[in-house]
């Protein structure tokens, strides 16, 4: 039997992590196999581009060329490696990220070709798409608030970006959203994080 690949997406600071984990224990509890993603990284060469991309100070001058490509490279291994043989397997894959987050940073807020970014997205996952995807919405304020106090002023080089560079996240998160109402479900940020664990579990249908 297949499993099912679940992603979670959203701007900085708006409780994916906490979702995964909190769905993750819930899953384990029923008896299902478990691999838990994020991006970039998820592999050995994978953790080494994400340490590019994130904090090297190599990766300070990368163009947004360079960047998608980067984080491409990262989420094709990272396919091929570990989320098709466990979905093959029948595991539930929660990942933190996938192409969504290449689609709105790099093709969005970095104002890359959007025809370029989804041909290189689709070479990158080849039909390994995600069967439901949660997008977490937030103020951008609130979630520069929340950063800032998870970090404690150790932000990485994509959290130190201007809050125009997150109003376009935001904003092509939600026409993106719109775009695909059969795969997206937005969720409000902003509830407390057992009501959003609730509407997770019951968009699922577990």
Not at 35 to 57: F, M, S
Not at 145 to 174: C, N
Not at 177 to 206: C, H, T
Request: hydrophobic share 35%; glycine share 10%; charged share 30%.
């Amino acid at each position: 039997m297949r499993g099912r690949f679940i992603t979670f997406e959203g701007s900085e600071g708006c409780g994916k992590t906490t979702q995964i984990q909190r769905l993750r224990a819930r899953l384990e509890e029923e008896g299902r196999e478990i691999l838990l993603t994020r991006e970039p990284g998820g592999t050995a060469a994978g953790e080494k581009i994400r340490d590019l991309l994130q904090h090297a100070p190599e990766g300070e001058g990368l163009t947004a060329e360079a960047e998608v490509l980067l984080f491409t490279a990262s989420r094709a291994q990272l396919v091929r490696e570990q989320v098709m043989p466990a979905i093959e397997r029948g595991g539930y894959v929660l990942a933190d990220r996938f192409l969504d987050s290449t689609t709105v940073y790099q093709g969005v807020a970095r104002g890359l070709n959007a025809s370029a970014v989804a041909a290189i997205n689709r070479f990158a996952v080849g039909e390994c798409m995600p069967d439901i995807t949660f997008l977490l919405d937030l103020d951008i304020q609130e979630g520069r608030r929340r950063v800032s106090e998870r970090s404690q002023g150790d932000e990485d080089r994509m959290e130190r970006e201007p809050d125009a560079f997150f109003e376009k996240v935001r904003r092509g998160y939600l026409d993106l959203a719109e775009s695909e109402p059969e795969r997206f479900i937005v969720l409000d940020a902003m509830k407390s994080p057992d009501q959003i664990a609730r509407e997770i579990w019951n968009y699922l249908g577990e």
